[in-house]
């Protein structure tokens, strides 16, 4: 279980994010929802360290370090970024084996990773690879360079990559931006396939209202950094804070 209390960040005169608390349970998933600018990634950018945040973070009950990236990852949450970190010179299944912490661009261009008793050591982690391109749809451009995806795809490969990470908690912000409605159901599909199958729990965040409907048991409305709302989905739409939050924006 992630628990995150009291989250504050600020930027200069900017409070982004203002004590905002959320649990998110084993195979939950619960929706992080507000307008733009309400502090949605900022909120997962504290959580994961990357930026300087007040308050206090546990990973089933153990706390986290705030402001060092990598902290949370290591106790199982795992995150993907509103903008695919896609690396486009690489494979698509490099781009998934750099998501390893024991990888990194470094060793995955070593000579001594090419000799063929070190292949079969890594033969493991490069069949975990394929599977997770497997698993996203991206088998078949396995050894394409990620500078030819088109975009849907390079969000997959993000997804691809996270998945081999075997999270216990997945953070994913807005993973269904800038795809069309196929696309988009086709991701709403893959989560729930992930999630029947013993995946992560899941903090969803999106700017999308529709998207979240199917999939999420509890949603957190945000709106200028702090909660305006918290509820089951209908709950949460039938407060007019939120349809005002959203209409204003
Ligand atoms: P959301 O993800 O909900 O669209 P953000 O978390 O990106 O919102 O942004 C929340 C607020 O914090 C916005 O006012 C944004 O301009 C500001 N902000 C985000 N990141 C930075 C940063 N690195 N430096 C300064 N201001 C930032
Ligand atoms: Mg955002």
Not at 26 to 52: C, H, M, R
Not at 191 to 209: N, S
Not at 225 to 246: C, N
Request: charged share 25%.
């Amino acid at each position: 279980m992630l628990a995150a209390r009291d989250i504050r960040v600020r930027f200069g005169g900017v409070v982004a994010v203002d004590k905002v608390s959320l649990t998110v349970r084993d195979q939950e998933i619960v929706g992080l929802i507000g307008p733009n600018g309400s502090g949605k990634s900022t909120f997962i950018n504290a959580l994961t360290g990357l930026v300087p945040a007040e308050g206090s973070v546990e990973v089933d009950g153990k706390p986290v370090t705030l402001g060092r990236p990598g902290a949370v990852a290591r106790m199982g949450v795992l995150r993907t970024f509103q903008t695919p970190q896609v690396h486009d010179e690489l494979t698509c299944l490099e781009n998934v084996l750099v998501g390893l912490p024991e990888w990194n661009l470094r060793t995955l261009g070593a000579a001594w990773l090419r000799r063929p008793s070190m292949m079969r050591a890594e033969r493991g982690r490069w069949r975990g690879a394929y599977e997770a391109l497997e698993f996203t749809g991206l088998a078949d451009r396995a050894s394409a360079q990620a500078g030819e995806l088109s975009y849907g795809e390079r969000r997959r490969l993000e997804l691809a990559r996270v998945y081999l990470g075997k999270p216990a908690t997945l953070l994913l912000d807005e993973p269904a931006a800038g795809l069309n409605q196929v696309e988009s159901q086709n991701l709403v599909r893959l989560l729930t396939e992930w999630r029947d199958a013993g995946g992560p729990a899941l903090l969803l965040v999106e700017h999308k209202i529709d998207f979240l409907e199917e999939l999420c048991h509890r949603m957190i409305v945000l709106e200028l950094g702090k909660q305006i709302a918290a509820g089951e989905p209908a709950e949460v739409w039938a407060d007019p804070r939120v349809m005002d939050a959203y209409l204003g924006s």
